[in-house]
């Protein structure tokens, strides 16, 4: 049967699918075994393993339809068009999900705790159940949920991975500008120095992590300083890693004689993706740990 190579006129619809479906149960496993986790079952963690590689076996398996589908040259200009605007829905999605975590920590830091010290409307919540309580930041509440803890000197550790990821920005628009250039070489070498920097970030995170569990007694449990510090900097962390798995994917598409000049959004769309993540962390480094 003849297919549509970059036909204006022909939108190219693909074949029934099981992904959808497989995502679907992947992703109810994952979430039962993450809640059951979350409150104390025994079988829960390998129930949240099973999902976890449920759902890569689905991201390899669609991803890899989807790249086929491409290199066959079943793909015309409107097809690109519908996953440029997919790609920009996915990250005004991402821009959302952030902004939650950004809203929780400006809730708190300029309403929640100055009520609890007396100011605005929470004169009587100081007064009769905070008497004297006094809120800074960073802090754990009236309660001190969680105990004593210290944190991390913003031109530390914290600078050192802003200074990587803006790196990794600009090393990854010199490689889409020479994979505009069809210089193929240029686009390998900066790529899998993007990708390097990548994971140094999160090596950098990690150890960071680790200190700031084990020495400064700073954990998800201490309080809302806590919460707020290790859901954003581990989704965005979350966010760098998946990143760096895409483009790694990226460099070995491209070392297959992948993309050319001309059609590469592939490439583009993990670029968007990568510079998104930089963005947020700018304001991490700022809202988190600077301010």
């Known amino acids: 049967m003849a297919t549509a190579h970059h036909d204006a006129d022909v939108y190219y619809v693909p074949h029934h699918s099981k992904w959808p479906f497989v995502g679907s149960v992947s992703l109810f496993v994952l979430m039962i ?25 689905t991201l390899f398996g669609w991803f890899g339809d989807v790249i086929r589908e491409s290199e066959s040259g079943k793909y015309n200009g409107q097809v690109d068009v519908s996953f440029r605007q997919g790609m920009i829905w996915f990250i005004f999605s991402e821009v959302m999900f952030f902004a939650a975590f950004f809203g929780a920590l400006f809730y708190v830091r300029q309403f929640a705790l100055p ?12 007064q009769f159940l905070y008497d004297g309580y006094v ?4 802090a754990n ?15 530390g550790l914290p600078l050192i991975n802003t ?11 010199i490689a889409h500008h020479a994979m505009v250039a069809g210089q193929r070489g240029k686009v390998l070498a900066w790529l899998g120095a993007t990708i390097l920097l990548g994971f140094c970030f999160f090596g ?21 300083y806590g919460a707020t510090f ?25 070392l297959k004689g992948h993309f050319t000049p ?7 769309a993990v670029a968007w993706y990568w510079h998104f993540v930089d963005v947020v962390w700018l304001g991490l480094f700022l809202f988190v740990y600077v301010l």
């Open 33 to 57: 075994g993450l809640v059951t986790w979350f409150n104390g079952s025994d079988t829960a963690f390998w129930v949240f393993m099973a999902g976890v590689a449920m759902m890569i076996y």
């Open 230 to 254: 290790y859901m954003l900097t581990g989704f965005h962390g979350l966010h760098v890693f998946l990143g760096t798995v895409m483009l790694t994917v990226v460099w070995f598409r491209v």
């Open 135 to 138: 809120a800074g930041w960073p």
């Open 163 to 173: 200074i990587i990821l803006l790196s990794s920005g600009l090393t990854l628009t």
């Open 262 to 268: 001309e059609k590469h959004f592939g490439f583009e």
């Open 204 to 224: 950098v995170q990690a150890y960071e992590y680790g200190h700031a569990w084990s020495d400064l007694n700073l954990r998800l449990s201490s309080g809302i």
């Open 115 to 126: 009520w609890l010290s007396g100011e605005g409307h929470g004169a009587l919540a100081n």
């Open 141 to 155: 509440g009236p309660a001190n949920v969680g105990g004593e803890f210290g944190t991390l000197p913003a031109f």
